[in-house]
């Protein structure tokens, strides 16, 4: 590259700035585009993989349920039927 002034006095230093300038832009793009290449890949592999333990969990069967349901403790029942039952002027303030 001459200038105004005569010859570069550093041309290889010219020409890796004017490579800088030329393609770094480019490899920039290259490089951001490359970056969320990955980056979209890894989230779709992560959904893909959730995805994948929401179909294991609802495919597996469900285990039985303790006995907790309502009625099948008969005291219990009992206690409540008995308290629901009550005299109601038993419970009034004075």
């Known amino acids: 590259m001459h200038s105004a002034a005569g010859p570069s006095p550093h041309p290889v230093a010219d020409w890796l700035l004017d490579m800088a300038l030329i393609v770094g832009p480019y490899l920039a793009i290259c490089l951001l585009a490359y970056l969320l290449r990955e980056i979209y890949r890894g989230i779709r592999d992560l959904l893909h993989r959730a995805g994948q333990q929401v179909d294991d969990a609802l495919t597996q069967p469900v285990p039985a349920a303790a006995d907790n349901q309502p009625g099948t403790d008969q ?15 038993s419970r009034k303030e004075n």
Do not use: E, G
């Not at 029942?77 to 005299?87: E, F, G, K, P, V």
């Open 75 to 89: 005291h219990a029942l009992d206690t409540i039927t008995a308290a629901w039952n009550a005299d109601l002027n």
